[in-house]
């Protein structure tokens, strides 16, 4: 039973959930370089307190589906996005490597936690409205990533401190959080086991998930490093590459709601995946960067809509609730956007990075293969 909430109006609550969440996770990503600096540590050690972020996230992702069955999908929400938005200044302001990792550990699974939570919210909203929904909640997120990343600019370039920043940014996003909780949708509990076997189903979309995550992470970390090693490119082109795949993906996930109507999930997938396994293979064939950077166009608008068509095809998965089902692919997901980038390093120190990148490719065609895994059911009004 839920409540009765206007379509709408739960609508643009959920999209600000998404936005709040690119937005806060873009203005921590610039004071990175400054947190080393602060604090004198070196590559290392501070890969290794960026990594507790990827634990915390991983870590909470299997308990995240079991909150949102015991206390519906808008406490979550609500709740993991508070903490996430007052725990953004902690890793910035931290004194010491280990109370930055601790931050981080926090900061990683309210992230992982709101994720869960927004899309099970998502979904809901897409039954209610009776159609596919979820790219466009996606394309908040894109929105709320570049809007943050440009703002942080702004801000850091005019002078003004970080604690300033970074504590106007939490208020924020904390007070957007707490308008839209009124509009949330509040479903009705449905307690579950903590750990619950995933189904047949849940694990082929889990697979498609991790494949479609490992794009994104090698495109955002490798794109650039192959304009300019590979194609010669100088560091102003090469950023290009992985801005003409961040607008291009923001771009089609406006679109993916309205293709996926008229197509059907299963097509929306095989499309997507062809266009994204396509694109990285015109960038790594054709020698010109301006036809690479195209080439990564091509990838970002064929991998906007893999993740959100996955995800809903995840959270109408048959016998299983909502946020266990977006959990356990979630989980395999974070896995791929994780280990993808250094896998692909390591690919790259023994054949090379265009060969490396090549697995990309294949990871996009599986998707496109096995795209019947996410079916072509769309959303019906309860």
Same mark, same amino acid.
């Given at each position: 039973?839920?409540?009765?909430?206007?379509?709408?109006?739960?609508?643009?609550? /959920?999209?600000?959930?998404?936005?709040?969440?690119?937005?806060?996770?873009?203005?921590?990503?610039?004071?990175?370089?400054?947190?080393?600096?602060?604090?004198?540590?070196?590559?290392?050690?501070? *890969?290794?307190?960026?990594?507790?972020?990827?634990?915390?996230?991983?870590?909470?992702?299997?308990?995240?589906?079991?909150?949102?069955?015991?206390? *519906?999908?808008?406490?979550?929400?609500?709740? &993991?996005?508070?903490?996430?938005?007052?725990?953004?200044?902690?890793?910035?302001?931290?004194?010491?490597?280990?109370?930055?990792?601790? #931050?981080?550990?926090?900061?990683?699974?309210?992230?992982?936690?709101?994720?869960?939570?927004?899309?099970?919210? &998502?979904?809901?909203?897409?039954?209610?409205?009776?159609?596919?929904?979820?790219?466009?909640?996606?394309? +908040?997120?894109?929105?709320?990533?570049?809007?943050?990343?440009?703002?942080?600019?702004?801000?850091?370039? =005019? *002078?003004?401190?970080?604690?300033?920043?970074?504590?106007? =940014?939490?208020?924020?996003?904390?007070? !957007?959080?707490?308008?839209?909780?009124?509009?949330?949708? #509040?479903? !009705?509990?449905?307690?579950?086991?903590?750990?619950?076997?995933?189904?047949?189903?849940?694990?082929?979309?889990?697979?498609?998930?991790?494949?479609?995550?490992?794009?994104?992470?090698?495109?955002?970390?490798?794109? =650039?490093?192959?304009?300019?090693?590979?194609?010669?490119?100088?560091?102003? /082109?090469?950023?290009?590459?992985?801005?003409?795949?961040?607008? $291009? +993906?923001?771009?089609?996930?406006?679109?993916?709601?309205?293709?996926?109507?008229?197509? *059907?999930?299963?097509?929306?997938?095989?499309?997507?995946?062809?266009?994204?396994?396509?694109?990285?293979?015109?960038?790594?064939?054709?020698?010109?960067?301006?036809?690479?950077?195209?080439?990564?166009?091509?990838?970002?608008?064929? /991998?906007?809509?893999?993740?959100?068509?996955?995800?809903?095809?995840?959270?109408?998965?048959?016998?299983? $609730?909502?946020?266990?089902?977006?959990?356990?692919?979630?989980?395999?997901?974070?896995?791929?956007?994780?280990?993808?980038?250094?896998?692909?390093?390591?690919?790259?120190?023994?054949?090379?990075?265009?060969?490396?990148?090549?697995?990309?490719?294949?990871?996009?065609?599986?998707?496109?293969?096995? $795209?019947?895994?996410?079916?072509?059911?769309?959303?019906?009004?309860?």
């Amino acid at each position: 039973m839920t409540t009765d909430v206007r379509p709408t109006a739960s609508r643009c609550a /959920v999209s600000a959930l998404f936005f709040v969440n690119g937005a806060i996770l873009a203005s921590w990503v610039p004071y990175v370089p400054m947190v080393k600096q602060r604090l004198g540590i070196g590559d290392g050690l501070l *890969g290794v307190v960026l990594l507790f972020m990827a634990i915390g996230a991983l870590g909470a992702l299997p308990f995240a589906g079991t909150l949102v069955g015991r206390l *519906g999908s808008r406490t979550v929400s609500v709740g &993991a996005g508070l903490g996430l938005c007052l725990s953004l200044p902690l890793p910035v302001l931290a004194p010491t490597p280990f109370l930055a990792a601790l #931050a981080l550990l926090f900061f990683g699974a309210f992230n992982s936690t709101l994720d869960v939570a927004m899309n099970a919210q &998502a979904v809901e909203v897409e039954q209610r409205r009776g159609r596919a929904l979820m790219s466009s909640f996606h394309a +908040m997120f894109s929105v709320g990533g570049l809007a943050g990343a440009l703002l942080s600019s702004v801000i850091i370039a =005019a *002078g003004v401190g970080a604690a300033d920043h970074i504590l106007t =940014a939490a208020l924020l996003g904390s007070v !957007a959080i707490l308008i839209a909780r009124s509009a949330l949708i #509040a479903v !009705a509990p449905s307690p579950s086991p903590v750990f619950v076997r995933p189904t047949r189903g849940l694990l082929g979309l889990g697979v498609l998930a991790l494949c479609a995550l490992l794009a994104e992470g090698a495109i955002g970390d490798w794109s =650039a490093v192959y304009l300019m090693d590979s194609r010669g490119a100088s560091q102003s /082109v090469a950023a290009a590459g992985f801005a003409a795949f961040s607008l $291009a +993906m923001a771009g089609g996930r406006f679109a993916g709601d309205h293709v996926a109507r008229r197509l *059907g999930a299963a097509c929306l997938l095989r499309l997507s995946g062809a266009l994204a396994a396509g694109g990285l293979l015109l960038a790594l064939i054709v020698k010109e960067p301006v036809i690479a950077i195209a080439g990564f166009g091509l990838v970002g608008l064929g /991998v906007a809509n893999l993740i959100p068509v996955i995800f809903s095809a995840a959270g109408r998965a048959y016998a299983v $609730a909502p946020g266990h089902g977006l959990a356990a692919v979630a989980t395999t997901g974070y896995v791929g956007f994780l280990a993808g980038p250094p896998a692909i390093g390591l690919a790259a120190e023994v054949a090379g990075l265009p060969a490396a990148l090549g697995i990309v490719a294949l990871a996009c065609a599986a998707v496109a293969t096995a $795209a019947r895994l996410a079916g072509d059911r769309i959303p019906t009004r309860k």
